[in-house]
């Protein structure tokens, strides 16, 4: 068995395997999971979509201070609808990730561990998953509802001016997200259209 045969294998008998995972996300932490996984999260994840992503360039860029920590942080790129009546926030489905794909590089660098989003990377970005010892999870996209009863607390920490785009607090527990883009190279998209090419 040659050595990309036996790394296949290997992918294949990980896959589907479940992880329950506390925040914050370390390096150690992130390099267990592997794409396929079926991960629970849960402790503090930040909101960040688009807007918030440029702001926090144009601070990084200024070499101003980010609003938040990015060291062993995990962001949802997640804008929520107003919250009902006695809950934290309301439908909170994610956003698809290639939009933040020219400013995650950059906050990979500094520390980010952990991003949630929907939808493909950048090479780029995968690159910069690798060498920084993270991952990329993919939520459900249309179950914002049913994602929302994961979120036990919200608020706004920076840029409340962007409104359902501004940076939120979020207290989780049990989160339910994939690995995609795992530690070491590992790409769910990859490996399943593989798998089921190998199928027909």
Not at 120 to 146: H, P, Q, T
């Amino acid at each position: 068995m040659t050595e990309d045969e036996a790394g296949h294998s290997r992918q294949k008998e990980d896959i589907g395997m479940e992880q329950y995972l506390h925040t914050p996300l370390t390096e150690e932490k992130a390099r267990k999971l592997k794409a396929g996984d079926y991960v629970y999260i849960t402790g503090t994840v930040y909101t960040a979509r688009d807007a918030a992503h440029k702001r926090m360039q144009e601070a990084l860029d200024a070499g101003e201070p980010l609003p938040i920590d990015m060291k062993d942080t995990v962001i949802y790129y997640m804008g929520p609808s107003p919250a009902r009546e006695g809950r934290p926030i309301g439908s909170a489905g994610p956003t698809t990730a290639s939009r933040m794909d020219k400013y995650a590089p950059r906050l990979l660098d500094l520390g980010l561990k952990g991003m949630i989003g929907k939808g493909r990377r950048s090479g780029e970005v995968l690159d910069a998953i690798v060498r920084n010892g993270a991952v990329y999870f993919a939520a459900v996209g249309g179950a914002g509802a049913l994602l929302s009863k994961a979120i036990t607390a919200a608020e706004v920490v920076a840029y409340e001016d962007l409104g359902t785009e501004a940076i939120y607090k979020l207290e989780v527990t049990d989160f339910p997200v994939i690995v995609v883009a795992d530690a070491e190279g590992g790409n769910l998209y990859e490996t399943a259209v593989k798998e089921y090419a190998e199928i027909q």
